[in-house]
């Protein structure tokens, strides 16, 4: 049965205004937890909204992630399941100073923000289904952060449902606000015990009715070339400069495939994405993608056997390569557990809303939860161009995935 009540797109729309305010870009520079002190104004502001919404073991934790409990309202053991969205945003745009522009009623046409920055039909054919919506953008200096505020606003606004409506049948619901996902930290402090589910979903994705069972596998490699210093007077003979042979190396890889300015769909890459040093060291740092977790190793191989052309060619060049593990496609783990896509994909045909399984070109906390045992999917709740001072969001694909998750959660109690 469906809920009487209707879930209230006003307060979904403030709470999601009133989140992306705060400025919580993370901070790659910084090796504090969480990594920007937005994260723990905006967590402070979750805990204090969760207890007056009635969460009585709501806990903004020691690393800033926000935890609660929506209490079961059925008289039987039922599984726990896990509600997670992250509270930080990318640092690839400027995220301080967010003056969110709301669009009632959006007409179709391109867009044009108060920076004279357009959104424009081309670059994001989406629109044209958006007709109708009332969409959030900003004014074009700042990115929206609805990557992920949007989460945060869905998932609030579910608890205040429910909290309100307890007539709704559901089991224990475990909330999760982490911090630093956009840089790779998000489940650094993640517990699977304190998670203590059956089954998570993060509410991270994009436009509506998607369902991501697949992200990448991935890993770090970083690549370091030792030359010899001298000064360039008497270089003649001693100096070994690892920037050429670093330029070199950098060269010799393929640039016409395996990149991310070459690469869509299931295709993975090999990507060198910052550079260090001078004559004596130069370090640099790649990402290795694929869907295909084997083809990583291939991915390395291809590293080393690059830089053992390169110091052949610089005598007395040392290098190295080291790999390390970031997370793997989740697809592995979820395979395992099916029920956990079987019911969101039965909860949007409930209502009616068309929806399709996807894969991530990325990755989510919720590869890396599915890897520890919690078998996590991502979910679309109206997110556009993220990391982008052209992000905007869709308020009516928020309120979308609200029904969705309110529905979903009832599914996994029948
Ligand atoms: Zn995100």
New binding site residues.
Partial sequence: MMNSADINQQQLLDRFLQYVRIGTAANPESDDYPSSPGQLVLGKLLLNQLLNLGIADAQHDEHGLVWGTVPSTVNRPVPTILLNA?LDT?PEAPGDGCNPQVLEDYNGQEIRLLSGEVIDLESTPELASLKGHTLITTDGRTLLGG??KA?IATIMQCVQHWMENPSIPHGPIRVLFTCD??IGRGTKHFELCKANSLAGYTL?GGGAGCIDEETFSADGATVTFRGRNTHPSVGKGKMINALRAAAKFIDMLPCDQLTPETTSEREGFVHPYTIHGGVSEVTIQFILRDFDTSRLAEYAQLLRDTVDKVTSAFPGLTADVAICVQYRNMADALRKFPKAIDLAEQAYSDLRITSRRDSIRGG?DGALMSEMGLPTPNLSVG?YN?HSVREFASLNEMLIAANHVVRLMELWVQ
Avoid: V
């Fill in positions: 992250h990318s990557d992920d989460g996902e956009e991270d989510t997110q993220i």
